[in-house]
């Protein structure tokens, strides 16, 4: 009996304790799975270098050769280069409205320069900071309005700004810094992130002004490539056949480019109102046309005429500006050149000062992945560089933007994040800049509003499943005219073998490339293959992409044909 009752009492006490073992385990499991549901991902800092007309070609992660750019190459190899990314409205106002909005032109009201764009609108980083980031934009912003609380904070150039001694505007002042432009733009960018809310992650834009006209180098990078003769590229010689807009433009380096203003030959101001007369004319044909000028536009033209971007140099940058340029000046009188020759010392001076530009900006983005690694921000931190459109560097003889060909549709984009992106990856899809803001969103694990007409390509980059197909094709539309430039207004699409192009207006025409045959965009074969059915399938899905993108222009244009 004895033993019975000394088995009974420990049967029930290792029943008690298994019962208590089973409510511990249970208990242990319902908290991780409550730890689980609470603890959502760590949401990634955002830093995007956003700069103004840097060419791909002026890149060495592309392949450029015309001068090294170590730091932006150093994302491309920690990171990913992005080698088919296309801007669908290829302009600086245009292009930074469609980041912010992640909509076309048509749709978020910003189809040229010089407009006011509606900050009141559905904007991306609203949402990040709605979702808990701390936001803020430093540098050029263009939009013709400020972006008011669309940001925590902001610290903008006005208008285009200044490359020399420029002022910078925030919500309660105006001030004027010393210094070039880039650096000042790094600085506002670190003093950002020195005071930001270290309890939030951040976003933020580095809009640099650089390689914008005039490319006036920083003082030190005066020079730099004075030793080096460029090769001319292939097609600076075009001769437009079959291209009716591309010989009809304003913006060759022979008769667009001018010597005084872009190339700083003879920059003293004369004190004479008759050449100010002249020049004033000048400006104001070659930038507005017809169109009447605003007070404010009126004002920075006489600033201009009468005391320019150099006036703002102080006397140490005014004695090394002045020496450096009088002695190409003294160089261009004393060669006497013509023709030929004097084309292609125009591109070689445009060059010597577009990449001196650059030198700045590359050494500024260093600046910047610098910061992030002394300060333990790498492995949180995304980072971007990317400029609002490509750039003619004397293709076809240009310089500037604006049109559907290569050199100006497509933008360069490399990218870094760690864990996420595999170090030295090559994205081939097709890439838009209406995506940009879709997957910042989706970087920072925040909603992307329904109308957004761009998509997110992190699961690209993290090798995720797709959803449904990549995109197939890009869509553009370009609409400022005729003025400045006269680039006509048209609209097409990109595809990875052809390019479609209709311009409208003017004259009504339509241009076909095979872009694997005839990669420099000269032989239009619109004409020869118009009947066949590749070209009638190209108009069917073109007419779709209107359609997807609700560009109603457009549309009116096809169906009057």
Not at 32 to 52: C, G, L, M, R, Y
Not at 359 to 373: A, C, H
Not at 535 to 556: G, H, M, N, P
Request: glycine letters at 6%; a negative charge.
């Amino acid at each position: 009996m004895l033993n019975r009752k000394i088995f009974n009492q420990q049967n029930r006490h290792a029943a008690r304790l298994a019962s208590i073992f089973l409510v511990l385990f249970l208990a242990g499991c319902n908290r991780e799975q409550k730890t689980e549901e609470k603890v959502a991902p760590k949401k990634p800092n955002i830093i995007f270098i956003f700069s103004d007309d840097h060419a791909y070609q002026a890149i060495g992660a592309y392949g450029g050769k015309l001068m090294p750019t170590p730091n932006i190459d150093r994302i491309a190899h920690e990171g990913a280069t992005f080698t088919n990314v296309f801007v669908t409205n290829s302009i600086c106002g245009p292009s930074r409205a469609t980041l912010l909005t992640g909509k076309y032109s048509h749709l978020n009201g910003y189809k040229a320069n010089e407009g006011k764009f509606d900050v009141n609108q559905v904007l991306f980083p609203r949402l990040l900071r709605d979702n808990g980031y701390q936001t803020a934009w430093v540098g050029k912003w263009h939009l013709g309005t400020a972006p008011g609380e669309a940001f925590d904070s902001w610290t903008i150039l006005p208008g285009q700004g200044h490359y020399y001694n420029p002022d910078f505007v925030t919500e309660d002042d105006t001030v004027r810094r010393e210094g070039y432009v880039t650096d000042l733009i790094t600085e506002y960018a670190e003093t950002f992130l020195d005071n930001r809310d270290t309890t939030k992650p951040f976003f933020l834009v580095v809009g640099q002004k650089a390689t914008h006209r005039e490319w006036l180098p920083d003082i030190q990078d005066l020079g730099a490539f004075d030793s080096v003769s460029f090769p001319l590229p292939e097609t600076f010689y075009d001769d437009y056949k079959g291209r009716f807009a591309a010989g009809d433009q304003d913006m060759t380096i022979d008769k667009t480019m001018r010597l005084r203003e872009d190339l700083k030959v003879h920059l003293d101001y004369v004190p004479d109102e008759k050449a100010i007369a002249k020049r004033r004319a000048d400006l104001i044909k070659s930038n507005f046309g017809d169109k009447k000028l605003t007070p404010e536009q009126e004002n920075q033209i006489e600033q201009y005429l009468r005391r320019g971007a150099y006036m703002r140099l102080n006397a140490t940058q005014r004695e090394k500006f002045s020496a450096y340029y009088d002695k190409i000046s003294k160089e261009f009188d004393e060669n006497k050149l013509s023709g030929k020759a004097l084309v292609e010392w125009k591109y070689q001076r445009y060059l010597k000062d577009y990449l001196a530009t650059a030198r700045s900006l590359d050494r500024n983005v260093g600046k910047i992945l610098e910061y992030v690694d002394k300060h333990g921000l790498a492995e949180n931190t995304v980072v971007v560089y990317a400029s609002d459109q490509g750039f003619y560097l004397g293709e076809h003889g240009w310089f500037d933007k604006r049109f559907i060909y290569e050199e100006s549709l497509r933008t360069p984009m490399v990218a870094r994040y760690p864990g996420v992106i595999e170090p030295g990856s090559k994205v081939n899809e097709i890439i838009m800049n209406v995506d940009w803001a879709p997957t910042m969103l989706d970087i920072a694990h925040t909603e992307i509003p329904a109308d957004v007409q761009g998509r997110s390509f992190l699961p690209l980059l993290s090798k995720e499943p797709l959803t449904s197909p990549w995109r197939d094709a890009a869509y553009y539309h370009y609409y400022e005219f005729p003025q400045p430039h006269h680039v006509h207004p048209h609209f097409g699409l990109r595809t990875m073998k052809y390019k479609l192009v209709r311009f409208y207006g003017e004259k009504n025409v339509w241009e076909l490339y095979d872009m694997q045959g005839d990669p420099h965009e000269l032989n239009n074969i619109y004409d020869a293959k118009s009947s066949d059915p590749e070209v009638t399938a190209l108009k069917s899905r073109l007419k779709q992409l209107i359609e997807e993108y609700k560009d109603q222009e457009a549309a009116d244009i096809l169906a009057k044909e």
